[in-house]
């Protein structure tokens, strides 16, 4: 009987200890009540919660409640000697009203303040906590509220968490926005204030869905858009100035809560210039799935969607005229087994170390503040004619014009292992070099997705291109019965090997068309003077090859290719074709007029309700112009613009122009081409596939064009 009278102490003890709520008092639109996280113990701070259950379709106000609203207010009678403090107030939903933003909670909100308990509180008594709470609530209308609640509060000799609330206001504080030490600082200019914030919680992190609720009512305008700049270490919201900034003497400090959705923090922006990590890499992406839809694309689907992309890029015209001089050189080693194998290994082993090596130069200038993107090298006419420059000495040497390309290429039988492996590496690079003004389906997605993410992460991304890139000749080398189906080796190589010097000349003279539409006639005379120099003097060398010993010959040799150099260096004091002369090439725009892209442009557009087709081209993607020659051309497309009334805008970045760079960045995109669609409702652009047809786009017209504001 003792033991049982005990126990029932106990259990009677502890409950006592407990906290106890009072019963929730409904105000008419919402449920209001105080619940405890923990019972008090003398001398300690608890957390008292005030939950507001909110009806259906009415909700409550932060502290700044924006463009409308008044925040829930609350005044405490506390028994002697406890004090309470403000607000805990949990990250606020924004509420879009017509032309207003509001800042609020609905559903169910649970505002903690800070309690201190006495130390001279008894343990055993119970405290009262009373509380009088006014609030606003609204739907369509908004009534004005009031509640006078009780709780009451056992005092213990330990805390005791309430079984019911303790969890859930931990978790309410847990959440709740606090000073991180991230560095933040605001300059006004106009109608805008510039807000730079940097610190280790942004450094690569996602900061699409960026935004800064201001604790002061008067110095945003809540309800316009808060551009995002993305920088290495952070971002820079434009935030729309509010009536502080612009009648008044302009505030010291901007004090208030930066979100990224998912996590928030408190800053408080002094006034000064930006730090230089808070921008510098353009506006952030937006996530888009292959289908389309956004949504994060995630780790393991950009790794698939690279490896995807990079075996795709196989069947592109940029890299096909390299990889059939490889499978030349495979078919030489296809009755021997343990060469193809090393064969195929060198020419990854390639493919990977140029592709890393790109991305890492990519993502470093990148970081630095460069608006680039994929193909970026090809920006450079220097860069495009030294690259024709090369592709001419490949054909050259495949029409047996000298052969130091042997161990270039690894074309041909009877090499030594050694000259061969070289020959097999340097095709991978050369393959990767020349892949640049491809982009084929998944990779613009994958690309676009690695930009965005630390370097670790972006280069695990370029490695998976590579490895699709790479994966045919790998499979083939190690596949002794799909190589045993080859015909040995022979004079027909030879032959084989001629005729593969055509499609090099074709690059050739595809590379000096895009030199052309960089620098004008000036630019292409240097190229063409600098290949026939090159040509000469490797004709030179040849010559001195077939008669030795011929060593002023080949110095002659030597001196002609410096000359031929020097001519493609002088393309660096060429300025750049302007866009009139770029974009004015008969035959391109007789059939379907264009206008020049500009953000501005596309604005003015869809504020006249006009559907409008964009597309990001350059002259040296090769997916661009082909794209341009099949479907863009065509007369369905400029009979769809005109039944439409649509507006066909183009975005031309054979030259480097980071205002495309950040419009690319903003649709997930680091090179071209891309395709919009905006419909007439000013919805968000369709996306429209890289490889186009003729009647896609102007389904895509139709459609965008039945897209009607309201329907």
Not at 55 to 79: C, F, M, V
Not at 367 to 394: K, Y
Request: hydrophobic fraction near 50%; charge should be neutral.
């Amino acid at each position: 009987m003792r033991r049982l009278l005990a126990a029932l102490m106990g259990v009677f003890s502890l409950a006592s200890a407990l906290p106890a709520a009072a019963a929730p008092v409904d105000t008419g639109h919402l449920e209001a009540e105080l619940v405890p996280q923990q019972s008090a113990v003398p001398g300690g701070t608890i957390y008292v919660a005030l939950r507001q259950k909110i009806d259906k379709g009415w909700h409550t106000y932060w502290r700044n409640p924006g463009d409308s609203g008044e925040a829930t207010k609350i005044q405490w009678t506390l028994p002697p000697g406890w004090t309470a403090g403000d607000f805990v107030w949990p990250l606020p939903h924004r509420q879009p009203i017509g032309p207003l933003m509001n800042y609020g909670y609905s559903n169910e909100v649970l505002l903690p303040t800070p309690i201190h308990v006495p130390a001279t509180a008894k343990v055993g008594e119970t405290a009262t906590l009373k509380a009088d709470v006014v609030f606003l609530v609204c739907a369509d209308i908004c009534v004005p509220e009031e509640a006078t609640l009780t709780l009451a509060l056992p005092v213990a000799e330990q805390p005791t968490p309430d079984p019911k609330w303790g969890d859930r206001i931990a978790s309410v504080l847990a959440d709740a926005p606090k000073p991180a030490g991230l560095a933040a600082t605001f300059a006004a200019s106009g109608e805008a204030v510039k807000l730079a914030v940097t610190g280790d919680p942004l450094k690569g992190a996602d900061v699409g869905d960026a935004y800064f609720f201001p604790f002061d009512g008067t110095v945003i305008d809540h309800a316009k858009a808060q551009p995002i700049e993305r920088g290495p270490d952070g971002l820079t919201l434009t935030l729309p100035a509010g009536f502080a900034f612009t009648q008044g003497p302009a505030p010291t400090e901007l004090a208030g809560v930066l979100s990224l959705g998912d996590r928030a923090w408190e800053i408080s922006a002094k006034a000064g210039p930006p730090a230089a990590g808070a921008s510098g890499l353009g506006a952030p992406p937006k996530t888009v799935s292959a289908a389309g839809e956004k949504g994060g694309l995630g780790l393991p689907f950009a790794l698939l969607f690279a490896f995807l992309g990079g075996l795709i890029l196989n069947l592109m015209p940029c890299v096909f005229p390299v990889l059939s001089m490889k499978a030349a050189a495979l078919a030489g080693h296809a009755h021997d087994a343990r060469n193809a194998r090393a064969q195929g290994l060198a020419y990854l082993v390639g493919v990977l170390a140029t592709f890393l090596a790109l991305a890492g130069l990519l993502i470093a200038l990148k970081a630095g503040g460069a608006a680039v993107g994929w193909g970026f090298q090809l920006q450079s006419p220097i860069a495009v004619a030294a690259l024709a420059l090369v592709m001419l000495l490949v054909a050259l040497n495949l029409s047996g014009v000298f052969e130091v390309g042997t161990s270039i290429q690894g074309a041909g039988g009877g090499l030594a292992s050694q000259r061969g492996l070289a020959g097999s590496f340097l095709t991978g690079v050369l393959a990767v070099v020349v892949a640049a003004p491809c982009t084929a389906p998944f990779m613009a997605s994958a690309m676009g997705y690695a930009l965005t993410q630390n370097a670790a992460v972006s280069l695990l991304i370029f490695g998976a291109l590579g490895l699709g890139l790479a994966a045919p000749f790998v499979a083939l080398s190690f596949a002794p019965g799909l190589l045993r189906l080859m015909p040995r080796p022979g004079p027909w190589m030879d032959t084989l090997r001629h005729v593969l010097a055509f499609p090099m000349y074709g690059a050739v003279a595809w590379l000096v068309w895009v030199l052309s539409q960089q620098t004008g006639p000036v630019g292409m005379a240097y190229a063409l003077a600098a290949g026939v120099l090159a040509a000469f003097a490797v004709w030179l060398w040849g010559h001195a090859q077939r008669r030795p010993p011929a060593p002023i010959t080949r110095g002659l040799a030597a001196a002609v290719f410096v000359g031929a150099i020097v001519l493609v260096g002088l393309l660096a004091a060429e300025k750049p074709a302007t866009a009139a002369s770029a974009g004015g090439k008969a035959g391109e725009t007789a059939e379907v007029p264009y206008e020049p892209w500009s953000p501005e442009r596309v604005a003015a557009l869809r504020a006249e309700g006009r559907p409008v087709f964009v597309n990001f081209t350059a002259a040296w993607c090769v997916t661009c112009q082909v794209n341009e020659r099949t479907s863009l051309g065509r007369k369905i497309i400029a009979d769809a613009l005109k039944r439409n009334n649509a507006v066909y805008l183009k975005a031309d970045w054979t030259n480097r122009d980071p205002a495309i760079a950040a419009a690319l960045a903003e649709h997930g995109r680091a090179g071209v081409p891309l395709y919009l669609v905006y419909g007439a409702d000013g919805s968000d652009p369709v996306i429209l596939p890289q490889l186009l047809t003729d009647g896609m786009v102007a389904e895509a017209l139709d459609r965008a064009a039945a897209r009607k504001p309201g329907a």
